[in-house]
């Protein structure tokens, strides 16, 4: 006998529908599963017979195929056991057929209880853009992952006999409802008062807030460079409901949602070792991850100790920071994810960490410094946005009393920049001054008389790129919004140029 039920799985932080198709039929007993399964759908099968014997029912002694379909879609993960199970004790008439309504997703122990998958969202806002009632059958510790995009009935369940007897109307259940204010909950964010003097460093977080700059804060240690990136994501507007649930579809991929909190409501802040892997930052694995890139997307990146990461790490992100979003080609398959984040990076200007200091003195050879420097390529150098030295601060400044500007001051001006912003590409692809290509640079960073020629001699006397000449022009229209000027002037590119002094001073000791 033949039974039929639906699946999903995801791809990327998209899904796609599975139809799993159940034969029993008369020969020696054996259990087949195909449709490119991996080992861990084709280790469903000891745990669906071992689910469905300790539930009371049956295991049919015959032959046994499943097919996964479309077979040319390669399937991952456990959540195939619920169907597959259902499925079987469909099609040896131990329950009657569910809807063709209804798809199921859920991990099987061997003594039948459903244990929580990962990937849940994508599947429940795929299903909600097909304009059919759906009903997803989920393990209950998904349920309110599920519920979050509405327009699918969402049912938990806790054991394979729970599903049974609902399907035979034994008991009676109502789909999971959540409320969406309880879930939005203001954390307990650093605030930038907390940080004693470092003006400096203070402007050029807002303005990489303002407009989405990627930063880098190099000094000696102790200097404030780490509580300055940790407060980044205090300053930047809210995520908008559309970028919540982007986000929360990342890190469901990831399986880092849980019952307690099954919705990102905060900008990420994504804060990895130094010796973290290429394949961990950027995303990988036989069957592709995201990596930190897509983790951090919609938030900050931050790298502390950033020239104690390995070099080729540190090159994995060229291609996040220039697309805002990475690639991962394996053998199996070829998965695109999202990654338009803020990088910030923190470094100490030498391996001992006191050159140019005023009261320590470096004890680092010429070779020393210039092997720890080289980690940080031109290349990579060039797309980094702001480079900002922080000083050591004295006395004076660590114990003064005065009041330093809160988190929610430097807000407010961010968020009327990025309201500027919105008007300035309404209708374009792009949210963000950083995010401008050459066209959109021509169009909205125009530059005339003094602001033109003080661009032309510092391009000419700091040897700068071409990439760092659009991107001073981008910092500079940000300035400008800041200001709420319409045009940019010579203050804006002065202010934009001494961002990139890093280029030549550190890069030749």
């Known amino acids: 006998m033949l039974a039929k039920i639906l699946s999903a799985t995801t791809w990327g932080v998209d899904a796609r529908l599975v139809e799993v198709e159940v034969d029993v039929a008369s020969g020696l007993p054996s259990f087949q599963v195909v449709g490119l399964p991996d080992t861990a759908v084709q280790e469903a099968k000891e745990r669906v017979r071992s689910a469905i014997k300790n539930s009371g029912f049956s295991f049919p002694g015959s032959r046994v195929t499943v097919n996964l379909a479309p077979a040319s879609l390669k399937k991952s993960g456990s959540e195939f056991d619920l169907p597959i199970a259902l499925g079987i004790l469909a099609a040896t008439g131990q329950i009657k057929p569910s809807s063709p309504s209804v798809v199921a997703m859920g991990e099987l122990s061997l003594s039948g209880e459903i244990k929580p998958i990962s990937g849940v969202l994508p599947v429940a806002h795929f299903l909600s853009l097909q304009g059919k009632d759906y009903q997803l059958f989920l393990p209950r510790e998904n349920t309110k992952e599920g519920a979050l995009v509405g327009k699918v009935e969402v049912y938990g369940f806790h054991h394979l006999n729970e599903v049974c007897d609902f399907l035979h109307d034994k008991v009676d259940l109502s789909p999971t409802t959540l409320d969406w204010q309880g879930l939005f909950y203001s954390g307990d964010g650093e605030d930038l008062a907390e940080v004693k003097g470092q003006r400096g460093g203070k402007r050029a977080l807002e303005i990489a807030a303002a407009g989405g700059h990627h930063l880098l804060f190099i000094g000696p240690p102790g200097s404030g460079k780490t509580m300055l990136a940790r407060r980044l994501p205090s300053l930047l507007p809210p995520l908008s409901l559309d970028e919540v649930i982007e986000v929360t579809k990342i890190h469901s991929v990831a399986g880092l949602l849980s019952e307690d909190r099954p919705l990102v409501a905060q900008r990420p802040f994504r804060a990895p070792h130094h010796t973290i892997s290429d394949a961990a930052l950027i995303g990988g694995g036989q069957w592709p991850r995201p990596g930190e890139v897509s983790l951090a997307h919609h938030g900050v990146l931050f790298l502390d100790e950033a020239l104690e990461f390995r070099r080729n790490v540190l090159e994995a992100l060229r291609e996040p920071l220039e697309a805002g979003k990475i690639t991962v080609a394996r053998a199996a398959t070829t998965i695109t994810y999202p990654a338009s984040f803020i990088l910030v990076l923190a470094c100490n200007p030498c391996p001992c960490g006191y050159l140019g200091d005023a009261k320590r003195t470096c004890v680092c050879s010429y070779q020393q410094i210039a092997r720890y420097r080289a980690k940080l390529s031109g290349p990579l150098l060039d797309r980094i946005d702001l480079q900002v030295e922080i000083p050591r601060l004295d006395f004076s400044e660590i114990s003064s009393e005065r009041k330093e500007e809160t988190s929610q001051q430097v807000r407010e001006r961010v968020q009327s920049a990025r309201e500027i912003q919105a008007d300035r590409f309404r209708g374009e692809k792009i949210r963000l001054n950083a995010q401008m290509k050459v066209r959109h640079l021509r169009q909205f960073a125009p530059l005339e008389g003094e602001a033109k ?17 659009h991107r001073i022009l981008k910092v500079a229209r940000t ?31």
């Open 479 to 509: 300035i400008a919004d800041l200001e709420q000027s319409e045009d940019i002037r010579a203050e804006h590119v002065a202010e934009a140029i001494q961002y990139r002094s890093l280029d030549r001073k550190y890069r030749e000791p």
């Open 453 to 469: 020629k003080l661009l032309e001699v510092s391009m000419e006397s700091l040897a700068l790129s071409a990439r760092a000449y």
